[in-house]
């Protein structure tokens, strides 16, 4: 068992309880500690399932030979709450996981799930509402904030309790081009400073961009796991499970058909701004 | 944006939730627990006054307690409002039916008596009273300390095996989603009435039912949040209310004990003048 892996599959199936098809047929992948990961793949290709895996929400098929390893340990129905302590999930509805009935009580919950004593609980609560920019906010009810702001407080409830895996399961979708800037800024300045590994499940394909390293999913299957530029340069195998491409590669398919051929290596938006300018140049 | 909150704010103004009126006097400084206590201990107290001296003592003490709040005479009007009719209905019952004492006119069953005009009025100011009073308790504290003190209030039930941890949570869990679940009406109506559907109009049968519309997808949103919300709960490290320290405590100020005094005041100053 290599140590600087934090999450392991090996083998993993998974059936809902109320249907025949499988919805993860033997999925392997690894992610390593430290990076971003993110996972892609088109409406009910079981990217979510996965995300409930990991914190043990849900437990693979028992009669297969299925096994998720979290920083070491092996997830089973004992030890879900020692893996909880180590990964925080933020999902999709910001409405939906606001458990307290202001700012400063839902950041708490997890911390009294824990049993942290009071006097600590409110440091712990001022210090990460500070670090998502929300401190002002402490006593504002939910209903009063916007939908980027909630997504903030989530991430802060899982901050409070330091985590060293943080899985965002589509956070960002259900809000505004610049609550989604926010929120994907805020993740990225606290995963270098605090040394967190983030999974990221998205459609969002500049999130996805954003990555380490890029898992494709195809109805339960893996298909592919690459850095973002090598796997979005697989343009052909994209569209045919039906995924959106980055903007650059559109612009590159634009420009191949109408006859200007990009070498294969250039493939990041600044190296393709850098082509074009020289391209210019010599015209 | 601002419709939204306008049509929110009409549907929130008919319910008591919405009924905290934001402010900073003497009362506000209470802590809840002892303000819903000393609420109910109070409309007790209404109940030893039976002559007129004890029923001017008290109306005193509820006015001061109005006074202390700081807020506008208006407020307290608009509680008593919607039960005026009610009001009105029991002290002329008292008025005519009541018999005994100097007989001052009689038709049929009625009869005006001295008895009468004295229970009419003892009635007319008991209920006036009773919902000033409470109203000085609901426009002063947040729903969530009203949730916070009734926690405190139900804990020797744990000796009974009473769930009140849990209880808490759901309580606070609830209001909560108050504002969240008048949001979803509101859009659930507005979407109905984009294609169609007239919630005002028509006769009993008709308005009943242009309520399914709203309903049906107001539960199965609710059950989906619930469903949501335990997920993200659980994810948490959520598993029971054992164990479980709380974030939010509620502390006994100097106010309480001006509180307590003010109302051993008036209970002893009740028992003097009460008649026997």
């Known amino acids: 068992m290599s140590n600087d892996n934090a999450i392991e599959f090996k083998h993993v199936k998974f059936t809902y309880p109320d249907s025949k098809k499988a919805v993860l047929k033997d999925v392997n992948f690894v992610v390593k500690k430290g990076s971003w990961t993110s996972l892609i793949g088109h409406n009910g290709s079981g990217k979510s399932t996965i995300s409930k895996l990991i914190n043990g929400l849900l437990l693979p098929d028992e009669n297969s030979d299925s096994k998720i390893t979290v920083l070491g340990t092996n997830v089973t129905a004992e030890n879900i709450w020692d893996i909880r302590e180590k990964v925080g999930i933020v999902f999709q509805n910001p409405d939906n996981q606001f458990v307290g009935a202001t700012v400063g009580d839902d950041v708490a919950f997890g911390l009294e799930n824990r049993s942290v004593p009071r006097q600590e609980m409110i440091k712990i609560v001022r210090n990460v509402l500070s670090e998502v920019g929300m401190l002002e906010y402490i006593d504002s009810e939910p209903a009063n904030l916007s939908g980027g702001q909630k997504q903030r407080i989530a991430i802060a409830g899982i901050l409070a309790v330091e985590p060293q895996i943080i899985i965002l399961d589509e956070s960002t979708s259900m809000l505004d081009p610049s609550g989604r800037k926010q929120i994907l800024k805020i993740i990225i300045e606290l995963m270098k400073k605090k040394q967190l590994t983030v999974v990221s499940i998205t459609h969002d394909i500049d999130e996805a961009n954003m990555a380490d390293s890029v898992i494709v999913l195809n109805d339960g299957e893996i298909i592919d796991q690459d850095s973002p530029v090598k796997i979005f340069n697989k343009t052909t195998m994209l569209k045919q499970i039906g995924l959106d491409i980055p903007f650059t590669n559109k612009l590159i398919l634009a420009l191949d058909k109408s006859g200007v051929s990009v070498p294969q290596n250039l493939r990041t938006k600044d190296e393709l701004k850098q082509y074009l300018c020289q391209l210019n140049l010599k015209i | ?276």
């Open chain 2, 1 to 276: 944006m601002g419709l939204r909150k306008m049509c929110r704010g009409s549907l929130m103004s008919k319910i008591i939730i919405g009924r905290y009126i934001p402010g900073d006097s003497l009362v506000y400084k209470m802590d809840p627990r002892g303000k819903l206590l000393i609420t109910i201990l109070f409309i007790l107290a209404i109940f030893l006054a039976n002559n007129p001296i004890t029923y001017a003592i008290i109306t005193f003490f509820c006015f001061l307690a109005i006074i202390a709040t700081g807020l506008k005479a208006r407020v307290f009007w608009n509680g008593v409002k919607p039960l005026i009719g009610l009001i009105f209905f029991t002290s002329l019952l008292q008025l005519f039916f009541m018999t005994g004492g100097h007989v001052f006119w009689h038709w049929w069953i009625f009869s005006i008596s001295s008895y009468g005009v004295e229970n009419a009025i003892y009635i007319f100011i008991r209920f006036t009273l009773i919902i000033l009073i409470s109203t000085v308790m609901t426009v002063t504290t947040m729903p969530l300390e009203i949730a916070d003190a009734m926690e405190w209030l139900l804990k020797p039930l744990k000796i009974f095996k009473v769930p009140v941890d849990k209880i808490a949570l759901v309580i606070s869990i609830a209001l909560r989603f108050v504002p969240t679940l008048f949001d979803e009406t509101l859009k659930i109506m507005n979407a109905q009435r984009s294609r169609g559907a007239d919630f005002n109009d028509g006769g009993l049968i008709k308005r009943a039912k242009a309520i399914a519309p709203i309903l049906i997808p107001l539960f199965i949103h609710s059950l989906e949040t619930a469903i949501d919300l335990s997920t993200a709960m659980e994810s948490r490290g959520y598993r029971g209310s054992a164990g479980r320290t709380k974030y939010r405590v509620l502390n006994w100020s100097k106010y309480d004990l001006i509180s307590l005094a003010y109302f051993i005041l008036l209970v002893g100053l009740l028992l003097i003048f009460r008649t026997h």
